[in-house]
């Protein structure tokens, strides 16, 4: 699986309140609602223009503060490709591989990217293709390869089951 995108670039501890306003916590409920709001609160230049395949590069403790799936479902709604970060908050972590969401940790790939650049993900090698350069990180298990083939954890289950 490849995946190549326009880069979205971001620091440290970008926390799920910007990526997902909070004050749309208990107002939103349609995925499709979720999408147009995504990162409003980070980059409103985001929230106007990213489109669907571009990626988002960011620092450590990317999806730090609450636990909400919207976070990670606005993100996918929106289209983005995946996300690259130095570093994970773990709630974050597993709750975009429940919404088939792609993420990496690859910090060499962050400080080689740059806002506007074209970035590809190659899930098979384990490698970042970057303009300045090519960074590997460790492959998805198996299992995790399914999880974002099959588009998350409970179209996952659907299909193992037989069901979908």
Known sequence: MR?????????????????????????IKERSEMAKVACEDLDPEFNREATKGDIIVAGKNFGCGSSREQAVTCLVERGIGAIIAKGFARIYYR??????????????????????????????????????????????????????????????????????
């Open 95 to 164: 709750n975009a591989l429940n919404e088939g969401l792609p993420i990496v940790v690859c910090p060499e790939a962050v400080d080689s990217l740059e806002k506007g650049d074209t970035v590809e993900i190659d899930f098979d090698r384990g490698e970042v293709i970057t303009p300045k350069g090519a960074f590997s990180f460790p492959p998805y298990p198996e299992f995790v390869r399914g999880l974002i083939e099959d588009g998350g954890l409970i179209p996952h289950v659907k299909k193992s089951l037989g069901l979908g």
């Open 3 to 27: 995946i190549k995108g326009r880069v979205w670039k971001y620091g440290d501890d970008v926390n799920t309140d910007v990526i997902f306003p909070g004050k749309y916590t208990y107002t």
